[in-house]
């Protein structure tokens, strides 16, 4: 007797065209837009030079000559030393490792929190949303520079505490903008859909309401880095970031702006540095925003 095979199910697999898709789209965008190319360009300028200064400098930024100390540009030392005798040059190269390497750290942080929650309370509604943005106005009442202080003085310095006191200040407003964005899908049937099926909460925020809010998030990440890495500096400017001998701009610009009129490279290179990076985030964020047409002051309302 010949038996009857029934064909094994064919379980359909995912596809990454959605993922591929986004990739491509943002491609595009960035090739249409001068301003987000020449920021993203800036920026990736700013990366290699931090990965590669030890290939770019012989000298070590934390090590110093006081013989050699207050010297300015030349041939031995291109931008000249420091009060220490250290060179700047160096310590501006080695300075972008830092500043890119816990602005990078608190940014994801900030946004990861910020869209989660953001997409939470969008999702649920009710006595979530309520609370949760009460809390976050009591927070957002408090002056950024204020809580910034009170969570370094309370916890300590160092990149851990900065990148934790950087998201306890900049969560808040990320929700808002995402949250603003989200409702805006959560209306939508394909939302209404996975709600019929059943699905989980997290499973309709990452696969139905994520994927719709990605260029707010995109955008929201360049502009807040930017933001991230005035405010370390100043941090360190104010003596509550970095601590001595580690090569950081805004460290830098306080420990030799007293000596400006004797060699001004010791602070104008880590501001230069500081603000070209600033304006490529800057340019990036705005290039992205009017290409894909988020208006973040709308979508934070």
């Known amino acids: 007797m010949s038996t009857l095979k029934i064909p094994d199910a064919v379980v359909p ?40 200064a030890p290939v770019l400098t012989s000298y070590e930024p934390t090590v110093g000559d006081a013989t050699h100390a207050l010297l300015g540009p030349g041939a031995d030392h291109w931008a000249g030393t420091d009060q220490y005798g250290r060179d700047v040059l160096a310590r501006v190269l080695y300075g972008g490792r830092y ?13 990861a929190l910020g869209t989660v929650l953001g997409c939470a309370a969008a999702l649920r509604g009710g006595w979530l949303d309520d609370v949760l943005m009460r809390v976050l106005d009591a927070v957002l009442s408090i002056p950024s520079i204020l809580a910034l202080l009170v969570v370094v003085t309370a916890l300590g310095t160092g990149p851990a505490v900065i990148v934790l006191a950087i998201a306890v200040v900049y969560v808040p407003q990320v929700v808002r903008v995402v949250r603003g964005a989200a409702l805006a899908v959560v209306p939508a049937d394909y939302v209404t859909a996975a ?65 400006i009129t ?40």
């Open 195 to 259: 709600r019929a099926r059943g699905e989980r909460t997290w499973s309709i925020l990452w696969r139905e309401v994520l994927p719709n809010i990605t260029d707010v998030v995109c955008v929201e990440f360049a502009m807040r880095a930017s933001w991230v890495v005035l405010l370390i500096s100043s941090l360190s400017f104010l003596g509550f970031g970095a601590n001595p001998p580690t090569p950081d701009w805004g460290l830098m610009v306080a420990e030799n702006r007293t000596a």
């Open 99 to 111: 500043a890119l390497g816990v602005s990078v750290a608190a940014t994801v942080l900030t946004i």
């Open 262 to 301: 004797v060699v001004p490279m010791a602070s104008l290179a880590p501001i230069i540095a500081l603000a070209t990076l600033v304006i490529g985030l800057n340019l990036a964020a705005d290039g992205l925003s009017k290409a894909w047409g988020v208006d973040r002051i709308r979508e934070g309302s």
């Open 13 to 52: 697999v995912e596809a990454p065209a959605a993922r591929s898709g986004l990739a491509a789209r943002t491609w595009r965008t960035v090739r249409s837009s001068r301003a987000a190319t020449i920021g993203l360009a800036i920026v990736a300028v700013h990366v290699l030079i931090a990965l590669l």
